[in-house]
């Protein structure tokens, strides 16, 4: 089954705990992207990775740092974690090249205690 | 400053009736439009992308540069419809993000 796939769906975890999301695609891509949506349902670009190389970094606390071992994985992990970081991640990849539709991961719903 | 604007935060249109979903950009250059969708408790995927000039599941957008809108409509609505509608824009350069709008949550009445 080609997809983009994150792991967990669900995290529940108190403030100050550090936590990690993991993502991988099979879908041949070299682009991976990590997507906070709040809770008004607005999807806003964190992090973007071309073939392992940082390519797009927002306005992110530090706290937040994507680590991509392969082209087929970007992982995310969070220090310290706040209240405000509740929010659904998605994980997404798209070939290389200009506009390229982006295929997205299921979500993992991050709620914090 | 690049912008995608969707007016609608709700959407809510009787089976049958035409639906037309609003989105409104603002980009120093010619992006590339697209329009997603996320059915409840379903991964966001790509609707359609104004390049392929394409209709799917009955869904077309056209862009209008004049007016800086690339609006989402169909002649008639079915209840499988409802979903959360993401406009969204990128650039053409190879760092260009993409840029979403806050989305429109259209729902079918029976």
């Known amino acids: 089954d080609t997809a983009v796939s994150q792991t967990p769906k669900y995290l529940v975890t108190q403030m100050g705990n550090d936590k990690s999301i993991k993502c991988e695609q099979n879908?041949?891509?070299?682009?991976m992207y990590w997507y906070k949506q709040d809770s008004k349902k607005f999807l806003k670009i964190m992090f973007s990775y071309n073939n392992k190389e940082l390519i797009i970094n927002e306005t992110v606390p530090n706290r937040f740092s994507p680590k991509s071992p392969d082209k087929a994985h970007l992982n995310l992990h969070i220090n310290s974690l706040e209240l405000g970081d509740s929010a659904v991640y998605f994980c997404?990849?798209?070939?290389?090249?200009?506009?390229?539709?982006?295929?997205f991961g299921d979500g993992t719903r991050l709620s914090i205690l | 400053a690049q912008r995608v604007t969707q007016p609608e935060k709700l959407l809510s249109v009787f089976k049958g009736a035409p639906v037309e979903l609003k989105c409104n950009y603002s980009?120093?250059?010619?992006?590339?439009l697209f329009w997603y969708v996320q059915y409840s408790r379903q991964r966001l995927q790509l609707l359609l992308r104004h390049i392929s000039r394409e209709s799917i599941k009955g869904f077309t957008a056209d862009l209008n540069k004049g007016e800086t809108s690339f609006h989402l409509k169909k002649p008639f609505a079915q209840e499988e419809d409802s979903a959360m509608y993401y406009c969204a824009l990128r650039g053409y350069s190879s760092a260009s993000k993409i840029i979403f709008g806050s989305g429109t949550r259209l729902s079918i009445r029976p």
């Open positions: 879908l041949g891509h070299d682009t």
């Open positions: 980009y120093s250059g010619s992006p590339e």
């Open positions: 997404a990849s798209s070939e290389a090249g200009t506009n390229q539709p982006q295929h």
